[in-house]
């Protein structure tokens, strides 16, 4: 049982904005930064998003994460087909001296 | 081309030992630390161990604690992670990365794993 807390799955149609929400608490997103990452079946996982809101190089800017107290959030602007995959939340927590990964968000595009 | 390939994946029985490998290419792979991250089937990312740049800091997770040593050659360009104590729940894809913006002594405010491995399969099987 992961510390972060994300909804197992997620769907929208293409063009559709959806979001991938992340719970967690003090000692982790409350504290300290927060990553998204996507895992296409078969492929290894992609980093979409670090220190809370910053794309890497190469991430389309449909990609777009926010973060408020303990809670985090990952947006997808104009769904695409190919953005089916899993999407994980990630990050440092203190009080287990670890990185977490959220339990992942299955996205469907209907 | 930056890449990371592992190996040393296979079939074990429960109290077995694996070493797995992670060849850097591509990069300064001293002027990195590194992470090995793990998927069981059906289930979610899990991290399991980390080592600073000169291989002389490692943390893990606690269901790694006491059975899973990370090393690094960096004269080589490998990563290593020896499991033994191999049980049935250890059975899962695992992949090396590498973590971005890390200080010689800190990786707060990284800028995340943005390099990662093809994977390894791990399969603990009585």
């Known amino acids: 049982q992961s510390v972060l807390s994300q909804p197992p799955s997620a769907s929208g149609t293409p063009g559709q904005r959806v979001s991938i929400s992340c719970s967690g608490s003090n000692s982790n997103i409350g504290r300290n930064y927060v990553y998204w990452y996507q895992l296409l079946p078969g492929s290894a996982p992609k980093l979409l998003i670090y220190t809370d809101n910053q794309r890497p190089s190469g991430v389309p800017d449909r990609f777009s994460a926010s973060k408020s107290g303990t809670s985090a959030s990952l947006a997808i602007s104009g769904l695409r087909s190919e953005d089916e995959a899993d999407y994980y939340c990630a990050g440092w927590d203190d009080s287990l001296s670890g990185l977490e990964f959220g339990g992942g968000t299955k996205l469907t595009v209907l | 081309e930056v890449q990371l390939v592992e190996s040393g994946g296979g079939l074990v029985q429960p109290g077995g030992s694996l070493r797995l490998s992670c060849a850097a290419s591509?990069?300064?792979?001293?002027?990195?630390?590194m992470y090995w991250v793990r998927q069981a089937p059906g289930e979610g990312l899990v991290w399991v161990s980390r080592?600073?740049?000169?291989?002389?800091?490692?943390t893990y997770a606690d269901s790694a604690k006491g059975r899973f040593t990370a090393s690094r050659d960096n004269a080589k360009n490998m990563l290593y992670l020896q499991m033994n104590s191999l049980r049935a729940d250890d059975t899962a894809v695992y992949f090396c990365?590498?973590?971005?913006?890390?200080?010689?002594?800190?990786?707060?405010?990284?800028?995340?794993?943005?390099?990662w491995g093809q994977g390894t399969t791990v399969t603990v099987f009585s």
């Open positions: 990365a590498r973590m971005d913006g890390c200080s010689r002594t800190s990786c707060y405010g990284n800028y995340g794993l943005n390099v």
């Open positions: 080592i600073n740049k000169d291989g002389t800091t490692m």
């Open positions: 591509g990069f300064t792979f001293s002027s990195y630390w």
